[in-house]
């Protein structure tokens, strides 16, 4: 070989490093918003038995508060909706694995963040006082002497302990079925739950008229992505910001949550 061709052959070689190079960055930079507009849909992953925020419909379709923000999200992307059934064990590995593109009704912890990242709160949860409307009760000294079912061993039953007067007389049980139960079959004055199962008792108990007197704890559900997806984290925050200012999550709070939304449950 001689000098000339041997520098062509070099030169050849550096421009095919060169691209190669390039290829590996260009597939670097590649992010999750560029994956999700390619594949045309974003998967999103919920809780499909957790109502009012996410279960089955008539049509097997999932519903919900979760569902309508997700749904709202897939369309200021232009990609279709896919919602990927999770479980609280499997749901962040599904997300750091890219199973799915992001998760909903995740609540925020310094030991998470270590791991994923939030955007912003979306959802109100928070844990609350129900009564008959007939019931004054505004604060927790409204608690002296009444009869209050919570359920055992939970943040609610932590929560109550805590606030309750000495002269309230708190009836545990082992599941919300008889925590609701209790209530409205008048074994108890109130009952304190969070507002995913007080929406639920709040819809259908039309003679009883119960209603949210006050919170005891609040914590916000966010959006968690993967960590470094700074477009993604944009385009949801704005999503949500838009959802905030244009009524679209008082909608789906007053049907799903059966209460009208207010902002400073999403604050953390």
Same mark, same amino acid.
């Given at each position: 070989?001689?000098?000339?061709? !041997?520098?062509?052959?070099?030169?050849?070689?550096?421009?095919?490093?060169?691209?190669?190079?390039?290829?590996?960055?260009?597939?670097?930079?590649? *992010? !999750?918003?560029?994956?999700?507009?390619?594949?045309?849909?974003?998967?999103?992953?919920?809780?499909?038995?957790?109502?009012?925020?996410?279960?089955?419909? &008539?049509?097997?379709?999932?519903?919900? /508060?979760?569902?309508?923000?997700? @749904? $709202?999200?897939?369309?200021?992307?232009?990609?279709?909706?896919?919602?990927?059934?999770?479980?609280?064990?499997?749901?962040?590995? /599904?997300?750091?694995?890219?199973?799915?593109?992001?998760?909903?009704?995740?609540? $925020?912890?310094?030991?998470?963040?270590?791991?994923?990242?939030?955007?912003?709160? $979306?959802?109100? /949860? /928070?844990?609350?006082?129900?009564?008959?409307?007939?019931?004054?009760?505004?604060?927790?000294?409204?608690?002296?002497?009444?009869?209050?079912?919570?359920?055992?061993?939970?943040?609610?039953?932590?929560?109550?302990?805590?606030?309750?007067?000495?002269?309230?007389?708190?009836?545990?049980? *082992?599941? $919300?079925?008889?925590?609701?139960?209790?209530?409205?079959?008048?074994?108890?004055?109130?009952?304190?739950?969070?507002?995913?199962?007080?929406?639920?008792?709040?819809?259908?108990?039309?003679?009883?008229?119960?209603? @949210?007197?006050?919170?005891?704890?609040?914590?916000?559900?966010?959006? &968690?992505?993967?960590?470094?997806?700074?477009?993604?984290?944009?385009?949801?925050?704005?999503?949500?910001?838009?959802?905030?200012?244009?009524?679209?999550?008082?909608?789906?709070?007053?049907?799903?949550?059966?209460?009208?939304?207010?902002?400073?449950?999403?604050?953390?």
């Amino acid at each position: 070989m001689n000098i000339k061709t !041997a520098m062509k052959s070099t030169t050849f070689a550096m421009l095919m490093l060169g691209g190669a190079v390039l290829g590996f960055a260009s597939s670097a930079n590649a *992010d !999750a918003i560029d994956d999700i507009t390619k594949a045309g849909v974003l998967n999103v992953g919920v809780f499909a038995d957790f109502p009012p925020f996410s279960s089955a419909s &008539a049509d097997m379709s999932l519903k919900g /508060y979760d569902i309508d923000v997700a @749904q $709202y999200i897939a369309d200021a992307l232009k990609v279709k909706l896919v919602p990927v059934p999770i479980t609280g064990q499997n749901r962040i590995p /599904y997300l750091t694995e890219k199973r799915v593109d992001m998760l909903v009704s995740v609540g $925020y912890s310094k030991e998470r963040a270590e791991v994923i990242d939030f955007a912003a709160a $979306y959802a109100p /949860y /928070y844990i609350a006082v129900i009564g008959p409307a007939a019931m004054e009760v505004k604060g927790k000294e409204d608690l002296a002497d009444k009869s209050i079912a919570v359920n055992r061993g939970t943040l609610e039953d932590t929560s109550l302990t805590e606030a309750a007067p000495p002269s309230a007389d708190i009836k545990r049980f *082992d599941n $919300y079925n008889s925590v609701i139960q209790a209530f409205i079959s008048g074994q108890t004055d109130l009952m304190v739950v969070g507002n995913d199962v007080g929406a639920q008792v709040l819809a259908r108990q039309e003679a009883l008229k119960p209603e @949210q007197k006050f919170q005891l704890l609040t914590s916000p559900s966010h959006i &968690a992505l993967n960590k470094g997806e700074e477009r993604l984290k944009t385009a949801i925050n704005d999503a949500v910001a838009k959802m905030l200012a244009d009524g679209k999550l008082n909608e789906s709070s007053e049907m799903w949550l059966k209460t009208p939304l207010n902002p400073e449950n999403l604050k953390d």
